[in-house]
């Protein structure tokens, strides 16, 4: 093995920051955005607006959210029987695009926020945030969707 070649430890720390760097930039975002709507923002006083956007949201996270879950399931369902290295290099894969589909989500509950300032779309983003937080990879986490021993990890 050569000296650039990252270990293992080394990928799950990656895996890991990555995954924390994704969450942060909701939070973050999100952060700009309340500050910004206090300020005044952009938003719109057409309640219809608003409940359209509520509906238009809330549908597509709710198509979103089990179809990211879906293709990361598909995407690992044969994990078990890879070398380690490469349950890592589909993890990731499967990985970032759950998540990618939970950002998404949360990007758009953000937008509609500022665009109309309604709070409930800043507590469907709290479930988006809850779930990525719920799916960050700890130690077990991987062990059980890598369905690799604890130990080695």
Known sequence: MSSNTPTIRQELKSLRTIY???IVGVVLFAL???AL???GGVKQEDPGFAQILLIVATLTALVNIPMGLSLFKRRTATI???PLKNKIEIYR???IIRTAILEGNGFFFIVCYILTGATVFLIELLA????MIYFFPTSSRLSKEMQHDLREL
Do not use: P, Q, R
């Open 32 to 34: 700009i955005a309340i």
């Open 80 to 82: 078990s029987d890879e």
């Open 20 to 22: 924390g760097a994704l």
């Open 93 to 95: 894969s499967a990985m």
């Open 37 to 39: 709507t206090l300020k």
């Open 128 to 131: 988006i945030i809850v779930l």
